[in-house]
């Protein structure tokens, strides 16, 4: 930290109740959002009161310092990045401050997340009309920020259409409540001294300067979120500031409070995925679908689905595409009744096979079905970003608008385009406006390659103003499309962007270099021709992601890590809402590491440790992450280095070495027993280990499953044989669980093996001692080969050691003995669910009218 970072820290953290972070980690996790961009912040705040807000930009405004808003730092055009005092706002200021049922509204803080405010909603039957696709972590504040639309706009608007009023905090620290008013009003704020009077009599006159302009220049549809909306002051409608600050990407005023209008719930819905054999086809047919008054159309490409064939989380959810179609249509329908959603979905589809478009329909009625078909629309971004390899495709000109009867013939001209430069894009989006995102596939570490950028950009840009377009639909302008602002508006009206800006924030203060005057769009890239990662000797085989860091640089900042309603991923998140603690922030600061931003012995430091210590090494991330970033195993590996350089803790040697633990509990047992029963011993445990004393141990079992086992007889069999695989829980802890096991098994006519296995590995690769879990990987591997090569299958009840067979040991050894032993492994419901014959097992259930719910390991998500 610098003399001046440091005098700073204290000041801001003298003034303030909120979290104070200047440390270069926190910086580097707040360098990077979702955009192809990364400049390291000057510190961080992390507010918990709008005073912390307020004190912050009156500090700011005396030592000309910048400042940045951030929500969830989703965005993907670089405006949440920036060297500033990055402000926040997701962790503490998240309140729903007011339901209004009578009138239609909530106040809401501005780290309130969509998806959170949609929960609330639901069962008082509203919900908020704009829908990103990324509503699970995205803010109320940054929607505002960047005018956010998503599927339904063509029933919804954006973000603008939604926003009845807010408060916001002024450049010079003075605050403002904003909203429409009446000419009464009007004609008091704009009189007086302070900076708000000056804006509103600023506004006012720039605006009827450039009426004219504005009327000519500004692009004739819905989906145009590019520049500051001077647009909305020549409408017929009451003069309201909070209408410019509605897209301005934190460049205007920041928000502390917004009063947000929200709509009644469609009681029913329906889905018709409709299939097409080229993109182009399925564009073409948007006229007929239209006709058809959706509730939203959306467009999803070839690439999309088969990167979502290749995902772990996405796979299982698209059993509803038929065939290989080159294009799909999600085209959604609202209605009071079935019924009427039904007849809706019906006349669509004689209307399209009247005019043969579209080779198969699959139809969705079912609120289930619907969701899981969204969820794959709202991850076709992330499955696009897990195209493994250097050549990812990128976000730069992933947002353009045109009107949408221009759209087919605008994306074969951009399809054109793009082969022009010996590249292909990934294309979906929300066909129903226009509104297409388009992703070219781009090495940006090549010199070569961020040139093409720039050139792409500017003939897309060209394309754009052809069309009647805007560069931006609803992502907005960042640092990939700022600079084209003066092209696509013209000189005049770019001038009276930068008056807007100068008049709102004199000192350039708030989110700099955005939406006017920005820098050039191939700087402060993540990954640039200079960018380099070292590569280091991993003990775990990450031949397939391509390395070490290239399986850290997976992360491509989407956030999904930071979603809290739904799923595994990420507990940590999740329970601490922190940043340092999401999969994202995790990989930010390892390639910090990696890469330079963070000297590289820091790979092995004890603040990496912190970064990763909450890791839970639940694998959640591996399954649900759309970039497939698989944290667990990079924590297994770093925590190998770690523990090379700075030894292995007792602690981690007694985790690690359980079964042993176990055993000898098991044969001590009731002393043992007794012994982790009595406090004395369990205040040892926390003085020692760290145990806490709440913390109840499993209890020894003896005789152990062992003894049982080889004392039972069993009925006479079928001859078909299966290894039990007895993990040290089952073995001397519950052996009434492998008991359950064996019995069921035999009943099943199945004769069940026990082979003098060790244990499975995985609490030495949880602890980092890989050489422990490579040693007993291999030893079970040599046990069960010969039961392997006779197709004798392994069952397992504790998922996390069974899975360590079909996951873990293809990372650590070699051969097509691990390979065949993963492939005839299973958990004892997936191979009681497979079996060929069910023999004489029947599960016989009672109604009893209860719930039963089941809490399934976290490794079997
Ligand atoms: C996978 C994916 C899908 C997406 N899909 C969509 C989509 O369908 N539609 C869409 O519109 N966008 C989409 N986006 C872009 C982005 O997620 C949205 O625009 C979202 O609303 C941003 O929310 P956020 O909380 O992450 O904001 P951030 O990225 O944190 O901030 C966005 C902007 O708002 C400003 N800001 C934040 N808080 C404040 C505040 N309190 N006061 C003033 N300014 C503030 C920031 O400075 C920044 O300029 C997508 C992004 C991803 C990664
Ligand atoms: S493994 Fe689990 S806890 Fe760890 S980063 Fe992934 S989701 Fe989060």
Redesign the pocket.
């Known amino acids: 930290m610098s003399d001046f970072d440091k005098s700073l820290h204290r000041e801001i953290e003298h003034q303030r109740k909120g979290e104070v972070r200047f440390d270069s980690y926190s910086k580097v996790l707040y360098s990077t959002d979702a955009s192809i961009y990364q400049i390291e912040p000057i510190g961080v705040i992390i507010p918990r009161h709008k005073h912390d807000v307020l004190a912050t930009v009156k500090l700011a405004a005396r030592y000309r310092l910048p400042v940045l808003p951030r929500g969830g730092g989703t965005s993907l055009s670089g405006q949440t990045v920036g060297h500033a005092i990055h402000l926040d706002f997701s962790k503490y200021l998240n309140q729903i401050v007011e339901f209004n049922l009578e009138e239609g509204y909530v106040r809401v803080e501005p780290g309130v997340v969509q998806d959170e405010l949609n929960a609330y909603l639901r069962p008082r039957g509203f919900l908020l009309g704009p829908d990103t696709a990324s509503s699970s972590r995205a803010t109320l504040g940054g929607m505002i920020g960047n005018n956010s639309a998503g599927a339904h706009s063509i029933l919804y608007g954006k973000t603008i259409d939604h926003v009845l009023g807010m408060n916001v905090i002024l450049s010079n620290g003075e605050e403002a409540a904003l909203g429409p008013l009446s000419d009464e009003t009007l004609a008091n704020r704009l009189e007086g001294d302070g900076l708000e009077n000056r804006v509103y009599r600023a506004v006012q006159a720039l605006v009827e300067e450039n009426r004219n302009e504005i009327q000519r220049r500004y692009p004739k549809l819905m989906r145009r979120v590019s520049g500051y909306n001077l647009d909305e002051f020549i409408k017929d409608q009451p003069f309201d500031l909070s209408r410019m600050v509605v897209g301005s990407e934190g460049t205007l005023a920041i928000v502390t409070e917004a009063k947000l209008k929200i709509m009644p719930r469609p009681k029913f819905t329906a889905l018709e995925v409709v299939h097409f054999r080229s993109l182009v086809e399925a564009v073409e047919s948007s006229r007929e679908i239209l006709a058809c008054g959706p509730a939203a159309m959306e467009l999803l490409d070839k690439m999309i689905l088969d990167l979502g064939r290749h995902s772990l989380e996405y796979s299982r959810r698209m059993d509803f595409i038929q065939g290989d179609p080159g294009g799909l249509m999600l085209v959604e329908f609202y209605g009071d009744s079935r019924a009427e959603v039904e007849f809706k979905i019906e006349a669509m589809e004689r209307r399209l096979r009247h005019h043969h478009l579209g080779y198969a329909y699959t139809r969705a009625l079912e609120p289930a079905e619907q969701l899981n078909i969204w969820k794959v629309r709202k991850g076709s971004q992330g499955l696009l970003l897990s195209v493994l390899g250097d050549k990812k495709p990128i976000a730069f000109v992933e947002d353009p608008a045109v009107p949408v009867e221009k759209l087919p013939e605008f994306l074969r001209r951009f399809q054109k385009l793009l082969a022009a430069y010996d590249t292909v894009g990934g294309y979906y989006g929300h066909a129903s406006v226009g509104c297409v995102h388009i992703r070219p596939l781009i090495d940006l570490k090549q010199a070569s390659e961020v040139e093409k950028i720039r050139r792409i950009s500017d003939e897309v840009c060209s394309l754009v103003i052809e069309f009647g377009g805007s560069m931006s639909g609803e992502h907005g302008d960042g640092l990939a499309r700022s600079h084209h602002n003066e092209r696509l508006f013209g000189p005049v009206l770019y001038k009276a962007f930068q008056r807007v800006k100068a008049v709102f924030d004199p000192q350039n203060i708030l989110n700099p270099g955005k939406v006017v005057n920005a820098p050039g769009m191939t700087e402060n890239l993540r990954y640039g021709s200079k960018y380099q990662a070292a590569e280091i000797r991993t003990h775990y085989d990450f031949s397939h992601q391509g390395g070490f860091a290239r399986a850290v640089e997976m992360c491509s900042g989407i956030g999904v890590?930071r979603k809290t309603l739904e799923g595994?991923?990420?507990?940590?998140y999740m329970a601490t809402r922190d940043e340092e603690h999401s999969?994202r922030g995790?990989a930010n600061a390892l390639r910090a590491a990696l890469s330079g931003s963070l000297p590289l012995e820091d790979l092995t430091s004890k603040r990496m440790y912190q970064v990763l210590d909450l890791?839970?090494?639940?694998?959640?991330?591996k399954g649900e992450c759309p970039s497939n970033v698989d944290?667990?195993k990079i924590?297994y590996e770093f925590l190998v280095h770690y523990y090379e350089k700075h030894g292995v803790p007792l602690r981690a040697r007694l985790f690690a070495h359980l079964e042993t633990l176990n055993r000898w509990g098991s044969r001590m047992a009731p002393v043992s027993n007794w012994i982790l029963r009595n406090p004395l011993a369990k205040q040892l445990l926390k003085t020692t280990i760290g145990i806490t004393p709440q913390r109840d141990f499993p209890p020894f079992a003896r005789p152990n499953l062992l003894d049982w086992f080889h004392s039972h007889t069993p009925p006479s069999s079928s001859g078909r044989q299966v290894v039990l695989f007895n993990d040290c829980f089952m073995t001397y802890n519950y052996p009434e669980v492998g008991r359950a096991a064996t019995e069921l098994l035999e009943r099943l006519g199945f004769e069940v093996v026990l082979v003098p296995k060790t244990c499975c590995g995985r609490p030495m690769i949880s602890k980092g001692l890989v050489t422990e879990a490579r040693r007993c990987a291999a030893r079970n591997v040599e046990v069960l080969k010969p039961y392997v090569d006779r197709g004798v299958p392994t069952v397992g009840c504790e998922p996390s050691c069974l899975l360590t067979l079909r996951d873990e040991y293809l990372d650590l050894l070699k051969g097509d003995a691990p390979q065949n032993l993963a492939k005839q492994s299973f958990l004892i419901e997936e191979f009681l669910d497979h079996l060929p014959e069910p023999g004489n097992f029947q599960l016989k259930s009672q109604q009893t009218g209860r719930k039963l719910l089941l809490h399934s390991h976290c490794h079997q998500k």
């Open positions: 890590c595994t991923m990420c507990p940590s999969t995790r890791c839970l090494e639940c694998k959640g991330c944290m667990a924590k």
